[in-house]
Structure formats: C-alpha cells, structure tokens
C-alpha cells in the first residue's frame, strides 16, 4: 500500500467575501446525501445542514446590518465530540487531521451533539427519505445515513480519498486544488477556501499565514478549529 | 390491628416481662413500649404471621391496581415500540435539544435508587437500630429504582438494539468500547450498583425467605425453599449472615458515592454552560439521597397502609426519616446555592441567560415551584409536630420527588437549550411518547413493588427479632434508658 503523506486540511471562510447566498449549503445536500427535511421539522430545529450560513443582526432598525458566517465541522484537533463516544464512532484521523464519524458504529447517544459547541452534528430522528426523483440523483460515493445516527460535515472526505487515488494513479503528489469540497466549489465569490496547510504554496495556506484578519470560532475553547475565518470588514453586511 | 388478637394477649406473658409494681413506672414502660417497636417484643410467630397474612390477600383492589400499573407499563413498552419503528422523531426532541426526558427520567430514578442502600446500608454500619423495619424497603426502592433507570439510556439511544456494542464484549474486529466516555463509566458504575443491590437485598432476605418457606405449602413453599438456598438457621449461618452483610454494607457506600457522582459527569465533563462545574459530583450525591430518601419515605407509607403493618412502620420511623430528609434538604439547599451563585457572579453570557430563563423566563414557574418543593417546604420538618404527623411528612417527601424531578429537567433539556452560539439556540416542548413513556417508568415502580408485596415479605423479620431480642428498657434511679446488648 502506498504511503499517504500528513494533511492537514483546512478551511479557510473570509466573512468579508460571504454573501450569505446559501449555495455551499445546496452544494453540500447535494453531494453528501444530506436528507431535506420538511418546513415542519425545521422549524422544530431538525434542519440538517451540514454546512450552515448563520445570520445576526446588527444595530437597531433602521440602521440594521446582517452579517453572515458560514459554520460546517469545524474538524478540530482537539474535537470535544470524539472522548464522550461509547464506541469510537466519532474519532480522529491523525494522518488528515480530520473528525471522522462512522455511521454504521454509531449507536445514537448523541453525546457528541451535546458536547459540541458549534453544534455542527446532526442526529437523524427519522428514515431520510429523498421524494421522487431526488433518489435518482444520491451521491453513490456517500452513504445514506438511517435513523438513529449522528452525522455531519466530512470535509467531502469521499472527494479527498478521489484526489489522492487520482494523484496516485497519475503517480504525482496532490496539487493544490485537486480537492475541492462541494460548498467550496459552488461559492460563487470564493469565500472559501480549501487546502492542505502542509502544503506551504496552497492558497489557504497564505492566506492562513499572511492575514491579520484570521479567528478561529470559539477558540477558547481550546478546541483547536482546523476552520480559519477571516474577519469581516464593513464589506460583510447586507440589507 | 392483630394486637387485638386473643393470641397476642396469651403470649403477652412469655414476650414480655411483667409489668413492675410502680404505676408511674409501668405507664412510662407502656408509653416507650407504645413509641419504640424494638422495645414492644410479640411473640414470633405473630410477628411472622404479621407480615405473611397480607402476602396471601388478593383482594379485588389489588388486581385493579394490577391491571391498572400493568396497563401503564404495557402502554409504555408499546411506545418504545412505535419509537423503534419510526425513529426519535416522534418525541420532543431536537437540535440543540439532544437529551431531554429519558435523562431526565435516568438521573431521576438513579437517584430514587440511591437511598435504598444509603439507609440499609449506612445506617446498618452506624448501628442505627430504628431502620431495622425499614431496611427492605429501602433496599427494594434501590433495585427497582435502578431497573427502571438502566432502561433509560436504552430508550434514549438512536438505535437501542445495537446496545451490546457499550458492552466490553470480545468480537472478531476487537473493537472495544471507548472508556474515554462518561457513557461508559457510567454504565460501568451503574451495572456495579445493581448487582450489588440485588445481592445485597437477597442476603438479607434469605432468613425471611426461610421463615416464610416454613410456614407455607404449594408452590410458595417450593418458590421459597429455592431462593432461601436451604438456609437452617445454624450459628454458623448466623455468622456467615452478618460477615456477609457487613462486607457488603462497607462495600456498597462507596458505590453509591461514585454512581451518581459518575452521572453528574455525564454533563460535568461536557462543554456545554450550565453544566461543567466542579461542584456537580457532591451535588448529584445530595440531590439524588434526597429523592431517594423521600422515594424511601413514600413507599413506607403505602406498604404501611395497604399491608397493613402499622405494627412495624412507627411514628418513630417516619420521625427518622424525616429528620434525614431535612438534614439533605438543608445539604442540598447549599450545593444548589454554590451552583447559581457562582455562575451568577461569573456573569458569562449564555450562563445569564439560563439563569435569566429560570429565574424571569419561561421556566420561572417550575424553577419555584422546585425551590417552594425543596426548601421551604422540607424546612417545615423541623417543627416537631410536622415531624409527628405521618401524612404531613409523605406530603413533603411527595413534594420532594416533584421538586427533584423539576431540577433535573431544569438541568438538562433547559440548559441544554443555550449555548456557545445564539444561532443554535432552540428550546424543548414535552411530547406525549415520552410523557406515555415516563408514566409508565413510575408505573413499573409501583407494579414491581405490588408485585413484590405478595411474593416477599417485606418488613425483614430476622432483623426486627433481632433488635427486640437485643434491646431492653433498664432502670436508673427514676429514668428508664434504652440499652442495647450486643451479640456475641
């Protein structure tokens, strides 16, 4: 077996350049399989959304701004999800730096949802279903997730797994950019940004190193975020 | 009641020393006879019959209230069932609201089961004599407190029947269970609690189930006869006897100390406000001797009256445990204390707005419904006279389970409902499933225990012999003092 070498992979989501459009959380029920729930069920707070665009309000009417942040996993180093699992489902690739979560492990608790501060998991209260022909267009490279499991935001890991066998095939290393996630490849004013932060020429990389702008979300938390954000000027504000 | 009985009256002469000359003395003999059950011997086969007779009447109102707690508990697994069948959508929860009722059920009747060993146990070990009636009962709260509870997490989980994989059980893939998990350790502690619950209450019981095999025929005796595993009655089984429960006794209180500290972790070592505070262990140990004292206090007084055991179940009983319910009330009083105020001061946003929530918002009615049921109203049990009256201290033991129950909800599916980020902020609305769902938790409680009541006896015999036969009323100068010999 050839040897992979250590990514890191991160995100890099600059607030300034987010319009708060929703097409990474379309891009990301599409690739991933992600169920769409009813209006009934999302106003009970059952939306899953893999990848969400948070909204807050700013100042008083009618001097009001929105700004928008963009929050998936963000696939922590030191994850608060992954201790409280009773059977491993959610764990730790040291290689990737990724959170993975085993669907078929997992056995419901749901401790991870209560222990996660950012509140990226999802618990599936029911069977997916996926009307009429939206079950023609499933991503074959994702699994379905049944009722009684947590999931959430993989980074498109089954799009990471791809580049590297392409590259492997084409006997080369990874490019920059050979891996693009799905809600990074629909922002259509590149907020996002996706890279491997070993790789020192990768744009996220520069733009981790070089911004004075860049936070992580709720780093005090000592959680070690592999998401950068970048700080939102007056340019991240809407009507 | 069977005080009036002619035979009580024959053997008065052979159980009890005569009554001395002094009539001021023989009053006061009468009275301390009249407040203490140790110190009023009978002769043992009433007080065996006292407590077979009421195993043997099916009356009418005992199989309504079969079918009745039955009905509850079937109505209860059919709703698991449905729950099965078409997911956890069908309760009240969401997103961020993951943990809700079935916790709060889980830590309820965790707590409930607290008390059985506290009492039997502890106070076995403080040579505290008045819980020698008592001890059964509590002990029985404690098994089926923590049956009810084990049940819990397996109605809570996403997929209950992959369940085994929490066990640490061998498999081809020699994927173990993670013990980096609260979940784990607190099934862990849990299992350890249990087992030793049920042995603990069958050893003390085994003389009693002898006692019973020897006075019945049929199928009872046969029962008997199994589970009193051909006890005689030797010195040495004595012996044996008491060893046994002095090891179990010493052993199971640190148990206790470590389960319901281990199910405060479960939301101690979480991230989530409101719930990682250091105080939580000693805090979920008060709370849950708490209830369970109270869960205690409740099932006294129902075995009192329906079986008819007033004889043994005195004022005096009660009294006892009122005075312990206080001294947890007032224990509990302070750790709560410690847990808002410290909050309170560090004034963190999402800790204001919880306790904004309880204290002005929404939950304002239960948050004083729970304080009025766990500190004011258990402070009345320092007066004397509430004290001495049976039904006012159920009403406050009654109060006690309510107001416990309310700080569990108030914990968990409340906090739960703030956290690190206001987008995901979401709030929990009780759903009728998990409404059938309890009811039929607390239904399965009062079925096991009616259950129970016709099959073992529940005051332990030996134990109340045994007090009797040891204490004794001596005189000193004027006063007469309790004093107690003890066995050899």
């Given amino acids: ?239 | 009641m069977s005080e009036a009985k002619p035979a009580g009256k024959r053997d008065r002469a052979v159980w009890r020393r005569p009554m001395p000359q002094d009539e001021d003395l023989a009053h006061q003999i009468e009275h301390e006879r009249e407040q203490h059950l140790l110190l009023d011997p009978r002769y043992p086969l009433n007080i065996d019959q006292d407590v077979l007779d009421p195993m043997y009447r099916l009356t009418k109102r005992f199989w309504v209230m079969f079918v009745i707690l039955f009905g509850l508990v079937a109505m209860a697994g059919t709703t698991w069932l449905v729950q099965m069948w078409w997911g956890l959508g069908i309760t009240g929860l969401d997103r961020p609201v993951m943990w809700a009722i079935y916790i709060v059920d889980f830590v309820y009747f965790i707590g409930i089961g607290h008390a059985g060993t506290f009492i039997s146990a502890a106070l076995r070990v403080l040579k505290i004599e008045w819980r020698r009636p008592i001890s059964r009962a509590a002990e029985l709260v404690t098994v089926f407190g923590l049956i009810t509870a084990a049940m819990f997490p397996l109605i809570h989980i996403g997929r209950p029947w992959k369940f085994y994989w929490l066990l640490p059980y061998p498999n081809e893939r020699q994927i173990w269970p993670s013990y980096h998990s609260p979940l784990l350790w607190d099934m862990t502690a849990i299992m350890t609690y249990l087992s030793c619950s049920i042995l603990f209450a069958w050893i003390s019981i085994i003389p009693d189930l002898a006692m019973a095999r020897d006075h019945t025929q049929g199928w009872r005796h046969t029962f008997y006869e199994m589970l009193a595993f051909g006890w005689r009655g030797t010195e040495t089984e004595w012996a044996n006897h008491e060893t046994a429960l002095n090891i179990f006794s010493y052993g199971i209180i640190p148990v206790m100390f470590s389960v319901h500290t281990i199910v405060s972790w479960d939301f101690a070592m979480a991230l989530q406000p409101a719930w990682h505070s250091t105080i939580f262990g000693p805090y979920f140990v008060i709370g849950a001797l708490f209830s369970g004292v109270g869960a205690v206090i409740i099932a006294l007084a129902l075995i009192r009256k329906f079986m008819h055991l007033d004889y043994f179940l005195r004022q005096e009983h009660f009294d006892g445990m009122a005075k312990f319910l206080l001294l947890l009330s007032l224990a509990w009083d302070y750790f709560y204390f410690n847990d808002v105020i410290v909050p309170w001061y560090g004034q963190d946003p999402v800790e204001k707005t919880i306790l904004a929530i309880l204290t002005g918002g929404t939950m304002a009615p239960l948050f004083y419904l729970m304080l009025f049921s766990n500190v004011l109203l258990p402070a009345t049990l320092f007066l004397k006279r509430v004290r001495n009256s049976i039904p006012a201290v159920i009403v406050v033991a009654i109060f006690v389970n309510i107001g416990m129950y309310i700080e569990r909800y108030l914990i968990i599916p409340v906090s739960l409902g703030q956290n690190w980020l206001p987008f995901d902020w979401g709030y929990y609305v009780l759903h009728l499933p998990e409404t059938l769902i309890t009811l039929g938790a607390f239904g399965f409680i009062f079925f096991a225990f009616l259950a129970v009541s016709r099959l073992f006896p529940l005051i332990p015999v030996w134990e109340v012999y045994e007090g009797q036969v040891l204490q004794g009323l001596r005189r000193i100068g004027r006063a007469l003092v309790p004093t107690r010999s003890e066995p050899d």
């Avoid at chain 1, 929105?66 to 696939?75: E, L, N, S, T």
């Avoid at chain 1, 791809?162 to 799905?182: S, T």
């Avoid at chain 1, 959680?223 to 007056?234: A, D, I, N, R, W």
Wanted: charged residues 25%.
């Fill in chain 1, 1 to 239: 077996m050839a040897e992979f070498p250590n990514r890191k992979w991160t995100m890099v989501v600059d607030l300034d350049k987010c319009t708060g459009c929703n097409a990474c959380v379309v891009a990301c029920h599409a690739e991933n399989n992600v169920p769409i729930q009813t209006e009934q069920e999302s106003t009970r707070g059952r939306a899953m959304h893999w990848i969400r665009v948070e909204r807050y309000w700013e100042g008083e009417y009618p001097n009001i701004k929105a700004r928008f942040m963009p929050v998936m996993c963000q696939q922590c180093g030191r994850a608060p999800c992954e201790p409280v699992c009773p059977v491993y489902a959610t764990n730790h690739s040291e290689r990737e730096n990724l959170n993975l979560q085993v669907y078929n492990r997992c056995v419901g608790t749901r401790y991870c949802q209560n222990n996660d501060p950012y509140k990226v998991r999802f618990f599936n209260f029911f069977d997916p279903e996926f009307a009429g022909t939206l079950k023609e267009q499933l991503n074959p490279d994702v699994t379905v997730r049944s009722a009684g499991v947590m999931e959430k935001c993989t980074f498109c890991v089954q799009r990471i797994r791809r580049g590297e066998e392409q590259a492997l095939v084409e006997n080369r290393p990874l490019r920059d950019g050979d891996v693009v996630p799905a809600c990074v490849q629909a922002c259509p004013s590149s907020a996002l940004v996706f890279g491997d932060l070993n790789d020192p020429n990768a744009q996220a990389t520069k733009l981790v190193r070089e911004n004075q702008r860049k936070f992580r979300l709720l780093e005090e938390l000592g959680t070690e975020p592999q998401v950068y954000y970048l700080k939102g000027g007056q340019s991240n504000v809407g009507g």
